[in-house]
């Protein structure tokens, strides 16, 4: 049977030499097609970021000029002329800039362009496209774009409609009219990238259309959207274009597949035969070895004859070799002195250990012992000993049989030393070093630990870690736990973690500790017990809160010069002569530095609470009447969402008051900051309800429609927490909570109900 398979090694080999062939021209195909696609890849992402930042340039200069009618309504020609040339520094292909107030161009750059534009009505002159497009942008509000197709003969370049709005004093807007911005379109895809730029690139733009299976091409070769090509979604106004890219020609296949071919074929032939022809020789042989390998196979141990004077009198080949020893070399030599060495490493003689064990080999049958090769190496043996007897029952030598032991003694010995070393790292270093048990009592415990905190090991050793925490350092170690847990439950990484816990020290001080945390646990995933290493940041600690008073100091010094940003704009008022420009940059100057005070004063306020040192300015205040009040500021932004608020006070209260003694300033804000952020998180047209009621406790819950995001509800009243609101800071719901519970409550965000989030504020009567 063995035979028949050994002859299948050829057929075997050649199936073998097969599949790497075949491996082979499959990764030279995938590597050849990777490479293809790889390089266009990167020119069509290079030609689409030029794109993308062509498009953002006009967007950019669109808001730039929105912003300057925003500013000056009745801008001239002169001052626009300069504007205009002072933007397009930087901004290429753009043909003519048109300002069209009321709808009809009044404004052109570059002045030559005046005589083609100016008076032109965008809604009665132009193409049909255009015009529909003007129209929209002045009933959207949102810039309009015209792209013509590569067949298009009634739009013959690109165009921009930005409508404009401009915001009077009292807060009114009105329609001004719109910027129009006329592209060069050869010079626009020119500078992207769709002229030679990119020799053996095939480049294509289309704009899908929506209403049609039609698809417009923009730019490029059409048929390159048939070729299989690599595409790219460019974000315009209106929509999306698709940039597609392909190699001039198409995909093409690697160059080296033929000879891959051949040379496979070849190999599948010649290695069979090779193998046959060697396969044929070995097996002559076989016959030859076939009782020596026998031998060797069924004697891998040491075996040993020694007689009664210690002389070995057999041994086995393999014994030969293991020594070193030559055939029959070893016969008549003393095994003390030769196998064995006459001490050991405590220095006990061996011929009296032998002695004592051919007098009475049974005491010791097992044993394990070092011994020497020949050239000098040592070796550990472990031995099994019996004695020879004959048939009169009479001991005339003793049978050993050994086995090699050296790779599991180095083992031992290295681990040993290592024990060794980390016991006098762990025992010598400065930072604290600690272990834990699952009860989270301390099993053991650096000497270091004595320099830093004073303690002496034994009255550390069995009692447990809160013992030696502060309060807040308990609450972030059962935090840290938790997280070690979580991370307990992936095995492909060590659940571990770092922490700043504050350690209380002999003297009554205490002191911090930078903690690096680790979870230990059984096969079955069950906690053993807590690993630490702290190292002390106390200096650290002190720095930060050095570093805290000095920004609080700042910010407190600040306020002094605030006093003149927002008092000399009346001072420079009463002096008279201003205009109506000066007077508006005047009251800006004011209102930023109300603003920045009022920030400050917030800022403050606070550090306080969060130092325990904020004291309230408690008055009696009608909660009813403070929510309808932040209701009726928000009232803009109410009805431009079309929300609905409803206001409810339960527990038999007086509809019309609901009285609480609170700081009355304070309080404000946290209400306003919480019905503000209902109303942006609230949906179009959805609903908000409010909520009063005492019942031993005072509880106001604020409801919108709308769900907290899962990866944002644990972290909801977190410092800088935000849902990427634009303007949000994240400490909106943050300085909520401590206001909360600077007046002796607390606040909690509920998302049980699907579709649903409350906010829940509770305060002592």
Same mark, same amino acid.
């Given at each position: 049977?063995?035979?028949?398979?050994?002859?299948?090694?050829?057929?075997?080999?050649?199936?073998?030499?097969?599949? =790497?062939?075949?491996?082979?021209?499959?990764?030279?195909?995938?590597?050849? /097609?990777?490479?293809?696609?790889?390089?266009?890849?990167?020119?069509?992402?290079?030609?689409?970021?030029?794109?993308?930042?062509?498009?953002?340039?006009?967007?950019?200069?669109?808001?730039?000029?929105?912003?300057?009618?925003?500013? !000056?309504?009745?801008?001239?020609?002169?001052?626009?002329?300069?504007?205009?040339?002072?933007?397009?520094?930087?901004?290429?292909?753009?043909?003519?800039?048109?300002?069209?107030?009321?709808?009809?161009?009044?404004?052109?750059?570059?002045?030559?362009?005046?005589?083609?534009?100016?008076?032109?009505?965008?809604?009665?002159?132009?193409?049909?496209?255009?015009?529909?497009? +003007?129209?929209?942008?002045?009933?959207?509000?949102?810039?309009?774009?015209?792209?013509?197709?590569?067949?298009?003969?009634?739009?013959?370049?690109?165009?921009?409609?930005?409508?404009?709005?401009? /915001?009077?004093?009292?807060?009114?807007?009105?329609?001004?009219?719109?910027? *129009?911005?006329?592209?060069?379109?050869?010079?626009?895809?020119?500078?992207?990238?769709?002229?030679?730029?990119?020799?053996?690139?095939?480049?294509?733009?289309?704009?899908?259309?929506?209403?049609?299976?039609?698809?417009?091409?923009?730019?490029?070769?059409?048929?390159?959207?048939?070729? +299989?090509?690599?595409?790219?979604?460019?974000?315009? $106004? @209106?929509?999306?274009?698709? #940039?597609?890219? =392909?190699?001039?020609?198409?995909?093409?296949?690697? $160059?080296?597949?033929?000879?891959?071919?051949?040379?496979?074929?070849?190999?599948?032939?010649? =290695?069979?035969?090779?193998?046959?022809?060697?396969?044929?020789?070995?097996?002559?042989?076989?016959?030859?070895?076939?009782?020596?390998?026998?031998?060797?196979?069924?004697?891998?141990?040491?075996?040993?004859?020694?007689?009664?004077?210690?002389?070995?009198?057999?041994?086995?080949?393999?014994?030969?070799?293991?020594?070193?020893?030559?055939?029959?070399?070893?016969?008549?030599?003393?095994?003390?002195?030769?196998?064995? $060495?006459?001490?050991?490493?405590?220095?006990?003689?061996?011929?009296?250990?032998?002695?004592?064990?051919?007098?009475?080999?049974?005491?010791?049958?097992?044993?394990?012992?070092? !011994?020497?090769?020949?050239?000098?190496?040592?070796?550990?043996?472990?031995?099994?000993? &019996?004695? *020879?007897?004959?048939?009169?029952?009479? @001991?005339?030598?003793?049978?050993?049989?050994? /086995?090699?032991?050296?790779?599991?003694? #180095? @083992?031992?010995?290295?681990?040993?030393?290592?024990?060794?070393?980390? %016991?006098?790292?762990?025992?010598?270093? /400065?930072?604290?070093?600690?272990?834990? &048990?699952?009860? #989270?009592?301390?099993?053991?415990?650096?000497?270091?630990?004595?320099?830093?905190?004073?303690?002496?090991?034994?009255?550390?050793?069995?009692?447990?870690?809160?013992?030696?925490?502060?309060?807040?350092?308990?609450?972030?170690?059962?935090?840290?736990?938790?997280?070690?847990?979580?991370?307990?439950?992936?095995?492909?990484?060590?659940?571990?973690?770092?922490?700043?816990?504050?350690?209380?020290?002999?003297?009554?001080?205490?002191?911090?500790?930078?903690?690096?945390?680790?979870?230990?646990? !059984?096969?079955?995933?069950?906690?053993?017990?807590?690993?630490?290493?702290? %190292?002390?940041?106390?200096?650290?600690?002190?720095?930060?809160?050095?570093?805290?008073?000095?920004?609080?100091?700042?910010?407190?010094?600040?306020?002094?010069?605030?006093?003149?940003?927002?008092?000399?704009?009346?001072?420079?008022?009463?002096?008279?002569?201003?205009?109506?420009?000066?007077?508006?940059?005047?009251?800006?100057?004011?209102?930023?530095?109300?603003?920045?005070?009022?920030?400050?004063?917030?800022?403050?306020?606070?550090?306080?609470?969060?130092?325990?040192?904020?004291?309230?300015?408690?008055?009696?205040? &009608?909660? #009813?009447?403070?929510?309808?009040?932040?209701?009726?500021?928000?009232?803009?932004?109410?009805?431009?969402?079309?929300?609905?608020?409803?206001?409810?006070?339960?527990?038999?209260?007086? +509809?019309?008051?609901?009285?609480?003694?609170?700081?009355?300033?304070?309080?404000?804000?946290?209400?306003?900051?919480?019905?503000?952020?209902?109303?942006? +998180?609230?949906?179009?047209?959805?609903?908000?309800?409010? =909520?009063?009621?005492?019942?031993?406790?005072?509880?106001?819950?604020?409801?919108?429609?709308?769900?907290?995001?899962?990866?944002?509800?644990?972290?909801?009243? &977190?410092?800088?927490?935000?849902?990427?609101?634009?303007?949000?800071?994240?400490?909106?719901?943050?300085?909520?909570?401590?206001?909360?519970?600077?007046?002796?409550?607390?606040?909690?965000?509920?998302?049980?109900?699907?579709?649903?989030?409350?906010?829940?504020?509770?305060?002592?009567?």
């Amino acid at each position: 049977m063995l035979k028949r398979f050994i002859y299948l090694i050829p057929l075997l080999a050649g199936l073998a030499v097969a599949a =790497v062939v075949a491996f082979g021209y499959v990764a030279d195909r995938d590597n050849h /097609t990777e490479k293809i696609r790889a390089d266009v890849l990167h020119i069509l992402n290079d030609v689409a970021a030029r794109l993308e930042g062509a498009l953002d340039a006009k967007q950019h200069l669109i808001t730039a000029l929105r912003s300057s009618i925003q500013a !000056n309504p009745d801008i001239q020609q002169e001052l626009f002329q300069t504007l205009s040339k002072g933007l397009l520094v930087h901004v290429g292909s753009v043909r003519s800039v048109w300002l069209a107030k009321d709808n009809v161009v009044s404004h052109v750059y570059p002045a030559t362009d005046t005589g083609h534009a100016m008076g032109r009505s965008l809604l009665k002159s132009g193409p049909v496209l255009a015009r529909g497009l +003007a129209l929209r942008a002045q009933e959207t509000g949102a810039v309009q774009m015209i792209v013509p197709g590569q067949d298009s003969k009634e739009v013959t370049e690109i165009m921009f409609f930005a409508p404009v709005s401009v /915001t009077l004093p009292d807060g009114s807007c009105y329609y001004w009219g719109q910027v *129009v911005i006329c592209l060069d379109i050869q010079a626009f895809y020119s500078k992207v990238g769709f002229s030679d730029a990119y020799p053996g690139i095939s480049l294509a733009l289309r704009k899908p259309e929506n209403l049609s299976s039609k698809e417009v091409v923009l730019a490029g070769v059409p048929m390159v959207f048939d070729m +299989a090509p690599l595409v790219h979604n460019i974000s315009v $106004p @209106m929509g999306t274009w698709d #940039l597609a890219a =392909v190699p001039q020609g198409g995909w093409t296949t690697s $160059p080296y597949k033929v000879y891959i071919l051949v040379g496979g074929i070849i190999c599948i032939l010649l =290695v069979p035969v090779s193998f046959w022809a060697v396969l044929v020789m070995i097996m002559g042989r076989l016959a030859d070895r076939e009782k020596y390998r026998n031998l060797v196979q069924n004697a891998k141990s040491i075996i040993l004859r020694i007689d009664m004077a210690g002389e070995i009198v057999f041994c086995n080949e393999y014994a030969e070799q293991f020594y070193g020893y030559k055939r029959g070399e070893l016969i008549g030599k003393p095994l003390i002195g030769t196998l064995i $060495p006459k001490k050991d490493m405590e220095g006990q003689s061996m011929k009296r250990y032998l002695g004592r064990l051919l007098k009475n080999p049974s005491a010791h049958p097992f044993n394990e012992i070092m !011994n020497v090769r020949k050239n000098g190496e040592i070796v550990w043996v472990a031995w099994a000993n &019996d004695s *020879v007897l004959t048939r009169d029952k009479t @001991m005339v030598g003793l049978l050993c049989v050994g /086995t090699d032991i050296t790779d599991r003694k #180095l @083992m031992e010995e290295a681990l040993r030393q290592r024990e060794k070393q980390y %016991r006098l790292l762990a025992e010598n270093v /400065t930072d604290v070093i600690w272990g834990l &048990d699952a009860d #989270l009592r301390f099993t053991y415990i650096s000497p270091s630990d004595e320099v830093v905190r004073g303690y002496k090991r034994y009255d550390v050793l069995g009692r447990f870690l809160d013992d030696f925490l502060t309060p807040s350092s308990r609450v972030r170690f059962k935090g840290a736990l938790v997280l070690l847990e979580e991370q307990g439950e992936n095995p492909a990484q060590p659940p571990s973690t770092t922490e700043a816990l504050e350690f209380l020290c002999a003297d009554g001080s205490t002191v911090w500790l930078e903690c690096h945390l680790g979870i230990l646990l !059984n096969e079955e995933g069950d906690k053993l017990g807590v690993q630490g290493v702290g %190292r002390d940041i106390t200096d650290r600690k002190l720095a930060e809160a050095l570093r805290e008073d000095v920004e609080r100091m700042a910010r407190h010094d600040l306020k002094t010069p605030l006093g003149a940003v927002i008092s000399l704009p009346g001072e420079v008022r009463r002096l008279g002569g201003l205009n109506a420009d000066q007077d508006a940059m005047l009251e800006t100057i004011e209102d930023a530095g109300e603003t920045m005070l009022q920030l400050i004063n917030r800022s403050l306020d606070l550090y306080k609470m969060e130092r325990g040192t904020y004291v309230l300015a408690k008055s009696e205040v &009608d909660l #009813l009447r403070m929510v309808e009040r932040i209701k009726a500021e928000a009232m803009p932004q109410i009805r431009s969402k079309g929300i609905s608020v409803g206001i409810e006070v339960r527990s038999g209260q007086q +509809a019309d008051a609901f009285l609480a003694t609170v700081d009355e300033e304070l309080f404000r804000s946290m209400l306003s900051n919480l019905i503000i952020n209902a109303l942006q +998180a609230s949906p179009e047209s959805g609903s908000i309800s409010i =909520v009063l009621e005492k019942n031993g406790i005072l509880t106001l819950a604020i409801c919108n429609q709308g769900e907290v995001a899962h990866h944002l509800r644990d972290t909801f009243f &977190d410092k800088y927490s935000t849902a990427n609101t634009p303007g949000g800071s994240g400490l909106g719901t943050y300085s909520a909570r401590l206001i909360a519970r600077t007046h002796g409550g607390d606040i909690i965000v509920e998302t049980d109900i699907p579709g649903q989030t409350s906010v829940v504020v509770t305060l002592p009567v």
